[in-house]
């Protein structure tokens, strides 16, 4: 990146968008995190990102994951074997997508059609009233600003303190394609506004972004812990 691409990029506190390892480094893993399967299926998740999901999952234990972008289904489908092989009892997953593709079928998965933006017309409040709690939100819908931020505040309202939130992707800021310009760092700028706006909703939980040293992950400062 340049330097004028870093300089805009936002802040939250004392934390910068930036990671531990330049730009080349995300750059040479994405070819491969893009050809990344599951049991078959796209995957889409970076080697870093499966190693910090399995030490989330161990010492978390979500009783329902609620994923936010299901795409091809591969990544609801190892969050259902984790949360199996976890012996998590009744753990399920729901995973929600405006043009859902998926052609999964396990019973542990509920797959739903929705848009990220209005959430409350798929996640009722009788659904939501229906699973278990601790919630893991994982927000990797379009990776636009405004689905990204809709999302935070939908479950900074519905959510309660034993949730957590993953903000997905934020690393196309920092990826040199131009191509990842279109996204204007949505990921990473709807979640240093959502926290400099509502203070005391969520926290970064920075021991697990920096788990590889300074937000060595795809989710930059985007492993959020409901205070």
């Known amino acids: 990146m340049s330097s004028h691409d870093l300089e805009s990029l936002p802040t939250i506190g004392d934390r910068t968008f ?3 390892a330049p730009s080349s480094t995300f750059d040479a893993l994405q070819p491969g995190v893009l050809r ?5 299926i796209p995957f889409y998740k970076s080697p870093l990102d499966i190693g910090l999901y399995i030490n989330l999952l161990q010492k ?6 609620i ?6 289904g591969g990544s609801a489908l190892w969050f259902a074997d984790l949360l199996t092989n976890y012996q998590i009892e009744n753990a399920r997953v729901v995973s929600i997508d405006i043009e859902p593709i998926a052609e999964v079928e396990d019973d ?3 797959f739903m059609k929705g848009d990220a933006k209005h ?3 798929v996640l009722t409040q009788e659904l939501l009233g229906e699973l278990e709690h601790p919630f893991l939100v994982i927000e990797d819908s379009s990776h636009y600003y405004p689905e990204t931020y809709a999302v935070l505040e939908f479950f900074g309202k519905n959510a309660d303190p034993c949730d957590y939130v993953v903000v997905e992707d934020g690393i196309v800021s920092l990826l040199s394609n131009p191509a990842y310009r ?6 990473n700028r ?3 506004d959502f926290l400099t706006n509502n203070p005391g909703v969520y926290e970064i939980d920075t021991a697990q972004c920096d788990y590889y040293g300074y937000n060595m992950t795809y989710s930059l400062n985007g492993w959020l812990q409901r205070v």
């Open 36 to 40: 990344t399967k599951y049991r078959g």
């Open 182 to 187: 279109q996204f204007d760092g949505g990921p």
């Open 67 to 72: 994923e936010i972008g299901t795409k091809f």
């Open 119 to 121: 959430l409350d017309k």
């Open 60 to 65: 978390f234990e979500p009783k329902t994951v």
């Open 108 to 110: 542990r998965i509920l």
């Open 190 to 192: 709807a979640v240093a």
């Open 18 to 20: 930036t990671a531990n």
